[in-house]
């Protein structure tokens, strides 16, 4: 089946260090995202891609990046530069003819 | 930074009733509209959308965009318990284009039994 997956589930991060969330689509889809989510504050944009090797830094991109090596992947990476990083974090890709998105399960990181 | 505006809930209904979400949205431009639903720590499902003046009805949702006004709405006929979740309206930030789509903060609907 058809989909995206994110990886771990939960993830734990202590002071100062770097994490890095997977996100893997089988979709053929051109376009990835990543958004944050916070209680009472709707989604956030992180960054997105809509090609391999280019992206762009969407409304929150302070304190993460992110690569695009292949179409099916979109890895982000929560630096120590961000510093209130405990969220619920979703990643979602798009075809190019439109039709919204499809999410993943989700991956909820919590600083310890 | 174009806005989408939902009403903040929460919202409560009766089993067997229509339940009513409501959304606004800034960018006049916007083609496309899309309701999702979110049950508590899952991740959103897309359930409608929509991209012309007028109603959509998909079983026992019906989506209703009135470009005039930038007013989109779903309305959840003979609602179920397990339709309790939270339902965010999204637009596109950057008029027509499917990429980069704006959420509203959600709207909490509770159908109580």
């Known amino acids: 089946d058809g989909g995206i997956t994110q990886s771990p589930k939960y993830l734990f991060r202590k002071e100062g260090q770097n994490v890095t969330l997977s996100c893997e689509q089988n979709?053929?889809?051109?376009?990835m995202y990543w958004y944050r989510q916070d209680p009472g504050q709707g989604l956030r944009l992180i960054y997105y891609s809509q090609i391999v090797n280019d992206f762009q830094k969407g409304d929150i991109a302070e304190g993460y990046s992110v690569s695009r090596e292949k179409k099916e992947s979109f890895p982000l990476t929560v630096t120590s530069a961000q510093k209130n990083p405990t969220a619920f974090y979703l990643c979602a890709s798009s075809p190019p003819e439109g039709g919204g998105y499809t999410f993943g399960s989700g991956t909820r990181l919590t600083v310890v | 930074q174009k806005e989408v505006e939902q009403n903040s809930g929460p919202l409560s209904v009766p089993e067997g009733a229509i339940a009513s979400l409501n959304c606004t949205y800034s960018d006049r431009g916007s083609q496309s509209f899309f309701w999702y639903r979110q049950y508590s720590g899952k991740s959103p499902e897309l359930i409608m959308s929509i991209y012309s003046n007028g109603d959509k009805e998909d079983g026992r949702f019906t989506a209703q965009l009135n470009k005039a006004s930038q007013y989109v709405s779903l309305l959840i006929r003979d609602s179920q318990p397990s339709d309790s979740a939270t339902y965010l309206c999204a637009a596109p930030q950057s008029g027509g284009s499917n990429y980069k789509l704006t959420f509203g903060k959600g709207t909490l609907l509770t159908v109580n039994p």
């Open positions: 979709l053929n889809h051109d376009a």
